[in-house]
Structures are given as structure tokens and as C-alpha cells.
């Protein structure tokens, strides 16, 4: 069964610009959930998508926003990217919610 | 304050310890989860309580609901469990599920 997969793997881009991040879960989950992790502030939980709806988001701003197809594959994109959007991005899916969550390597975002 | 606290924040140890990972809440929550992340980002969901005792191989997790405790404890610890180990709270404050937050995490080094 293969894992959840993220695309790209690495990621520069420069400031003011915007980035579409991909993921592909688990065939047969539905939920998909996005992460950002810093040195500084750690694991923070960005958004969740079932079922092609936003079930819950986390305190970020609007300039971050996803997706969800019905084939449940995610996107996440950042517009007018500052330099603390550097960070790694890692998704997260699962069956239902949050049981039996599986993630992936993650993207790693470098904004210069 | 994060509502979401790990102690201690690193451990170095010998191989063959007994392991034992803090991890306090200070609100409701309806499951806790421990998650093991490696150097270059993976991160493995291990447990997923919401109250009790779980136990995978050598690895075992408690939660205390009434004075909202959760511990992971590792038994026989071996250089390969040298990993970043970190708590997140499925949180709800009066309404509806406000996603994960997590603990900064315990980076344990474990020696031959």
C-alpha cells in the first residue's frame, strides 16, 4: 500500500511569490491535514480537509489556503510569501479524522 | 502558555534505560496523541488515547484524564528509538474540535 505522498520535496522561492504544495493520501482516506513546522514555534496545525470540506483550520492567516478533490488528494497554497513561511510542511491522512493518521516526508519550503 | 506542555525538552540516556516523556494539557480534550519524528522529518503516529494504557512492542502510553497527564515510557531503549517524540491534543474549548496542538517536543539521545 503505498504511503502518503507530498510534492515537491524541496521548495525555494522568493518573497511575494506564492507556492501550491501537494499531497497524495492513502488510497481510501478521506482526511487530509496540513502542518507547518519551525524551529521556533514548532509542529502548528494549519488545516483540515474531508471529504472535500474544510472540517477545522488552524490560526493562520488568509494567505494560506487549501483544497481537497474528490479523489481526496490535497493542495495547500501560500500567496505573497514572507520569509518566516520558511518551514517544513508535512500533511497528514487518515481514514476518518485523526485515527490512524499516516504522514508524509514533507515539503520543505524555503522562502529567500 | 501553550496549552500543550512536554517535559523534559531533552534526554540523553544509556542503552537499556527505562524511558519516561511528560506530557500535561491544560484544557479538555477528546484524544491525545504521541508522534515520533527522525532527523530528516518523518514523522510516525505511535499511540492515539483517550484514556487507559496502550502498549506497542516496547513502547507503552498512559493517560490520566482527571489531572490531564499522559506519559510514554520506552523499556529497554536502544539507539535506534534516538528520535524527537511529541504530544498534540485533539483540543476542544466549548464547542467544536479546534484541531491538533502540539507539545515542542522531547528530543531523546539514546547511547550505545
Known amino acids: 500500500k503505498a504511503g502518503v505522498t507530498q510534492t515537491p520535496r524541496y521548495l525555494i522561492k522568493t518573497r511575494g511569490q506564492q507556492v501550491t504544495l501537494s499531497c497524495s493520501p492513502i488510497?481510501?482516506?478521506?482526511?487530509v491535514s496540513w502542518y507547518q513546522q519551525t524551529p521556533g514555534q514548532g509542529l502548528q496545525f494549519l488545516f483540515e480537509y474531508f471529504s472535500e470540506t474544510q472540517r477545522n483550520k488552524g490560526n493562520f492567516p488568509g494567505r494560506f489556503s487549501g483544497r481537497q478533490f474528490s479523489n481526496s488528494r490535497s493542495e495547500m497554497n501560500v500567496s505573497t510569501l514572507e520569509l518566516g513561511d520558511s518551514a517544513l510542511y508535512l500533511c497528514a491522512s487518515s481514514p476518518q479524522g485523526w485515527d490512524e493518521a499516516f504522514f508524509g516526508q514533507g515539503t520543505r519550503l524555503t522562502v529567500v | 502558555k501553550n496549552e500543550v506542555e512536554q517535559s523534559p525538552q531533552n534526554l540523553t540516556a544509556q542503552e537499556g534505560e527505562f524511558i519516561t516523556i511528560n506530557c500535561s494539557y491544560s484544557v479538555g480534550i477528546s484524544a491525545l496523541h504521541w508522534l515520533q519524528q527522525h532527523p530528516g522529518g518523518g514523522i510516525v503516529s505511535l499511540f492515539m488515547?483517550?484514556?487507559g494504557k496502550k502498549k506497542h512492542g516496547r513502547l507503552i502510553a498512559t493517560i490520566n484524564i482527571q489531572e490531564k497527564h499522559s506519559s510514554l515510557h520506552i523499556t529497554a531503549s536502544h539507539p535506534r528509538d534516538s528520535a524527537v517524540y511529541i504530544c498534540a491534543g485533539d483540543l476542544y474549548s466549548g464547542g467544536g474540535a479546534d484541531g491538533l496542538t502540539f507539545g515542542k517536543g522531547t528530543h531523546l539521545i539514546i547511547q550505545p
Open positions: 488515547l483517550s484514556s
Open positions: 488510497s481510501g482516506h478521506r482526511s
